[in-house]
């Protein structure tokens, strides 16, 4: 069966488009210190480009619930691919074609930040309308490889430095730039199938009537919430907390956390095919909790590790999960309700980390304890379950009203 009839290959580029979300959300965050020590750049500037690239991603995430459907799904994938290694590409060139070094990694990451919002919005949607059994263990499967995509950016990028030296930072941006690339002509060529049919989908007024669609965005929030505000600070509570290095910390923290969350999406998408998602849910936001509590409130640091891995595991199915679960009770929420849900989990990734990060300066730059408070974001996503279950069993779900 040739490429252009053959949805296993759109579901590859799929994968690989997930592999492409990881490298330009944590290629950066792995060259901020040489950015620092080659450009003297300050700390609260490189702090900005973490924010400008999630923001730009948020409106991204905004705008594209109007005007995908209206272009078409594989013009604005493709464009997404090569925003994105234009974006990579702009990393490793940029800062000393321009005058001022910080002007040229803005505009670098604005340009990934386009193509990462497009993806996030439209790789999902895209997998769903393939003609799949079980979408939800699919979901799953596919939303693996952004862990993947994680440990391999860590763990290749680390090696080629040490291997290459630090200098060789901007020719590790061009060498990543090659996946999105030829991601781009990839998809030129896979079968893509609409996700509604033209007219079917619920108009945006609608959709924000829905009691549901805002349990699931309550739920979008909570899951990016649980999951980035260990993730984010996992390589920082490693090294702070045993004492290690960066590149051990990295290991031992982002990495070990990515690891363990794309193995329990693996094995969702294996054998959970016939649980409940939602019950699912509820089960890891409770395990959540406990890796929270025990990474702030264990006596020794290989034990807080370990809540720190339980963390990962636990986080693994929320994010595909709400994403199945939303489309198999809204059928017709379309694009724009897959659009409108990643703005939500948006939003989670970013106030999770930030209130971590805030509640810890406050109470003395003690990381644990805004771990801790962290237990709020599982609490909120077990009471927004428990809210869809409610709804759902009084029959608000559109799929059963046809």
Known sequence: ?????????TQYACYL??????IVNNLAPLLFVIFQQAFAISLEKITLLVTGNFCLQLLVDLIA????????YRPCVVAAHLFAAAGLIGMGTFPRLFPDPYAGLMLAVGLYAIGGGLIEVLISPIVEACPTENKASV????????????????LLSTLFLQAAGRDSWSLLALLWAILPLCNAVYFT???????????ESLPLGKLFSMKLFWVFALLMVAAGACEQAMSQWASAFAESGLGVSKTVGDLAGPCMFSV????????????????????????CGLLCAGGYLLAALAPHPALALVGCGICGVSVGILWPGTFSVA?????????????LLALAGDLGCTSGPTLVGMASGLLGGQLKAG??????????????ALACKRLLARGESPARKG
């Open 327 to 339: 489309s198999r009770h809204c059928p017709k929420g379309g694009t724009a309700m897959f659009a």
């Open 260 to 283: 363990l969350m794309g193995l329990s999406r693996v094995a969702y998408a294996k054998w959970g095919g016939r649980l409940s998602l939602l019950n699912c849910e509820i089960a």
């Open 139 to 154: 979901m799953s499967l596919l939303h693996s490889f952004y862990c993947w995509g994680t440990v391999g950016v860590i």
């Open 189 to 199: 060529q896979v079968p893509i199938a609409p996700l509604t049919q033209e007219g």
């Open 17 to 22: 488009g997930y592999i492409t979300q990881a």
């Open 371 to 384: 771990l801790l408070l962290a237990v709020v974001f599982p609490a909120l996503l077990i009471g927004a």
């Open 1 to 9: 069966m040739s490429i252009r009839a053959n949805y296993r290959h």
């Open 65 to 72: 619930a109007r005007f995908v459907d209206k272009i078409g």
